[in-house]
């Protein structure tokens, strides 16, 4: 068997796959086909009723195969399925594509796809923050351990530290409704971008090829129209759309990260399967696969940003085709790749495993160090001298935190003073600052707005993904 | 534990009495919160008291509100009755008839809407579906049978209604009524704690299939979560063990008793309403019995 990309075969969802099939890229032609003959013959053209009709009785019914015979013997796509489309529809052969460039369908049907597959990727954020939002409000005041360095610094709380990943991702979905909003159609803008044939087609009615142009466009579901361009819409859009994919990838890597440091820690787990084997040779495993999984998707999503960026740089005045196989290969795979990343982060943030017992016992291991910055403050101020204090601190911290407020309690520093630590410094929830309250603020404040302008901007993606 | 307590009578004022609960007022800032023994079934206090059922609710939500603290601070300060005669002396004489019936509270300023979470569609919410296919005026997913698992679980707030039930409002009516930010927490954390509540007990052959949580605002304004909390009078617990939806589920603790007056019904020997008519000693025990088995299984600890 020839090669298949394991995108199709293990990691990206039939949904996003149907997307980018040949079959729906197709339909998108014949959509912009018969948008075109619409557009043209509202506008004045003599194109008979028969083309029409006969064009829209064959959107989704093309042969594949018999195109393919066409290619083989053309070399070009995009005459192959005219030709295939003129058999289907004897009536539209002489009206199809009239006008147009072999970059008015690939451009614009790719332009159709991209912010498809952005709606569909914002829905699956939409999903990710739905899913984390439960856990951070589950465990919004659960004192945890920091890390800075990945070295215990002072606490803070579970649901706090999930914000952090929430406010990513939540960056990114900003990102995502900006380029959907502003995403603008290539339109009808002929061979250079000039429409020198249609101003042609329309004997030099300037007013009727603008018409055309926004007709089309707004009939492809366009408000938006690039005003100017060469051959092709211009690359930095999909430089743009690439960077938030790569953005997403991002946000999605450092959630896996930290989830594999903190399994590691015995602290948070990603969900398990009854049945899921961790190892083939150590049974007892219990690796963070999942996470793993996202991180090596995501490590190939920002290095797919850069090949946008140089076909942006390399394209030559109107075009050159140097674009067309990386783009072929890039912009599919990028979404494909971003929308198993998507998936496997809302899998893994529902099903998150909190052990709050191990969270508890390495809290309480590190409280006693906490607690030692308070003592020298209470120390100084019955009039102890800091750095004397400090060094006693210091060199007993070192024998580890066992007992640790106990001995300094002994020490004739602190003896003299009078001062010994008392059992609310020991409470985690006292050195959590306002953990709790900054969850409570992001949920409550700042996610609901956002969560809104997800679902109005990918209602039919968002009504289907939403639900953990 | 002493015996059952129909009405308690504390040297207190006394704010508010419920179907099942005494209100007193200790100061400005604290109330105490008696549960007592009465029960009610088809919306009729019954006569006889069962025994254990005030301990039970409110231990149960001691339970809880400690073990869901971190999702949302509580009203409760203490539910023992040493604690709380040491802070509210006048109580030493009364120690015995509290002994874990009694919850010393933080006072707070009651949020007015009940904040329904319904993880089972069941009851009133089972009805008007039924019939509209709507839950609160809201569309929902086609083809629910009745007791059918609603995933997610839905917030369906309603108005505290003073005489009869509690009349069923949008999300957008609580935004109205108290503006979104706190609409939102109230939302947030109530589904927050039911799903905690709900998890936990699964585990435990308990299903809670909806419940009703009441919020509060502090002086401070803190939101806290007040009164009882995920015990068997503010939730329907149903037996994991017996589920099968498409029709009505029996319920965990009342349906002894429930059992005992549809036959009544039946056999016309009661119309349904007050007076209710008395209770053989068999079925106040094993009601009695389904309380404290509630909290046994909830707990993992057997009732003081």
């Known amino acids: ?110 332009l159709v796809l991209m912010r498809e597959s952005m709606q569909l990727l914002l829905g699956r954020l939409g999903a990710v923050l739905v899913a984390m939002g439960k856990v951070a409000r589950r465990y919004r005041a659960v004192p945890c351990l920091a890390f800075t360095h990945f070295q215990p610094a002072q606490l803070t709380t579970v649901g706090k530290r999930v914000t952090l990943w929430m406010q990513d991702f939540a960056l990114d979905a900003e990102e ?33 090829v603008a018409q055309l142009d926004a007709r089309v466009s707004r009939a492809m579901g366009f408000e938006h129209v690039l005003p100017v361009t060469g051959q092709t819409y211009t690359r930095k859009l999909d430089a743009q759309i690439l960077a938030v994919l790569s953005g997403i990838a991002q946000s999605a890597a450092k959630f896996a990260t930290d989830l594999r440091l903190l399994q590691h820690e015995g602290e948070l787990l990603e969900p398990f399967e009854s049945e899921q084997v961790g190892s083939s040779a150590m049974p007892y495993k219990r690796n963070p696969m999942r996470a793993e999984r996202m991180t090596s998707l995501a490590r190939y999503v920002i290095e797919l940003e850069g090949n946008a960026w140089h076909t942006a740089a390399a394209q030559w005045l109107e075009r050159t085709l140097d674009d067309s196989a990386n783009r072929r290969l890039v912009i599919p795979e990028a979404f494909l790749a971003a929308d198993a990343i998507l998936v496997l982060a809302t899998n893994v943030a529902a099903g998150l495993e909190v052990r709050e017992e191990t969270i508890g016992e390495h809290v309480a291991k590190t409280m006693p160090f906490l607690a030692t910055e308070r003592l020298l403050m209470r120390g100084v101020k019955a009039g102890g001298d800091r750095q004397q204090l400090h060094e006693v601190i210091r060199t007993q911290s070192l024998k580890g935190s066992d007992n640790l407020l106990d001995r300094l309690a002994r020490m004739a520093e602190f003896k003299q003073l009078g001062v010994r630590a008392t059992d609310a410094e020991l409470d985690p929830a006292a050195y959590v600052g306002r953990a709790p309250q900054q969850v409570d603020d992001f949920l409550d404040r700042v996610l609901p ?20 | 534990m002493t015996g059952v307590l129909v009405q308690s009578k504390l040297p207190l004022p006394l704010l508010r009495r419920g179907k099942v609960r005494e209100v007193y007022e200790v100061d400005d800032t604290t109330l105490l919160l008696v549960a007592s023994d009465r029960v009610s079934a088809f919306d009729v206090v019954m006569r006889e008291a069962v025994p254990f059922k005030g301990a039970v609710l409110t231990q ?227 009601t009695s019995e389904r309380y404290r088995d509630a909290y046994r299984r909830i707990t993992g600890r057997e009732l003081e």
């Not at chain 1, 009206?95 to 970059?103: D, K, M, R």
């Not at chain 2, 005489?163 to 957008?172: I, K, L, P, R």
Request: charged fraction near 25%; aromatic fraction near 8%.
């Open chain 1, 449 to 468: 707005d956002l969560m809104h302008s997800i679902q109005a901007a990918a209602p039919v993606a968002a009504a289907a993904e939403v639900q953990v």
């Open chain 2, 60 to 286: 149960l939500s001691a339970f809880w509100f400690d073990r869901l603290k971190s999702v949302m601070p509580h009203h409760l300060i203490t539910a023992d009755a040493d604690e709380i005669v040491s802070r509210v002396p006048a109580l030493a004489p009364q120690r015995r008839e509290l002994h874990g019936r009694a919850m010393l509270s933080r006072r707070a300023t009651t949020v007015p809407f009940e904040c329904v979470v319904r993880g089972y569609i069941s009851g009133s919410a089972w009805a008007e579906y039924k019939q509209s296919g709507t839950l609160a005026g809201e569309s929902m997913p086609q083809g629910l049978v009745e007791s059918a698992q609603l995933d997610p679980a839905i917030f369906s707030p309603a108005t505290k209604a003073e005489q009869g039930h509690d009349e069923n409002v949008t999300f957008d009516h609580v935004v109205n009524a108290l503006g979104r930010l706190t609409a939102e927490r109230l939302r947030g954390a109530s589904l927050a704690l039911y799903e905690a509540g709900r998890d936990y007990a699964a585990k435990r052959g308990i299903i809670i299939a909806d419940t009703k949580f009441e919020f509060g605002t502090t002086p401070h304004g803190e939101l806290i979560v007040i009164d009882e909390i995920l015990t068997p009078d503010s939730s329907r617990f149903w037996p994991a063990d017996r589920y099968q939806p498409g029709k009505s589920q029996p319920s965990f603790d009342k349906q002894p008793l429930r059992d005992y007056l549809a036959d009544l019904k039946k056999q016309g020997k009661w119309n349904g309403e007050a007076p209710p008519p008395p209770l053989p000693d068999e079925v106040v025990r094993a």
């Open chain 1, 1 to 110: 068997m020839n090669w298949v990309s394991p995108l199709s075969t293990r990691y990206a969802s039939p949904a996003m796959q149907a997307l980018w099939g040949e079959r729906r890229r197709i339909g998108l032609w014949r959509r912009l086909w018969l948008a075109l003959m619409q557009g043209e013959k509202d506008l004045g053209l003599a194109i008979p009723d028969a083309a029409l009709s006969q064009l829209r009785a064959h959107l989704d019914d093309a042969d594949l195969d018999k195109a393919a015979e066409y290619e083989r013997r053309l070399r070009h796509d995009v005459m192959a399925h005219i030709h295939h489309l003129g058999d289907q529809a004897p009536a539209a052969r002489a009206f199809t594509h009239l006008g147009a460039t072999s970059a008015y369908v690939t451009d614009n049907a790719d």
């Open chain 1, 176 to 208: 995502l409704l900006h380029r959907i909003a502003t995403l603008r159609f290539r339109g009808v803008k002929g061979t250079t971008g000039t429409q020198a044939s249609f101003l042609e087609l329309f004997d030099g009615n300037q007013a009727k």
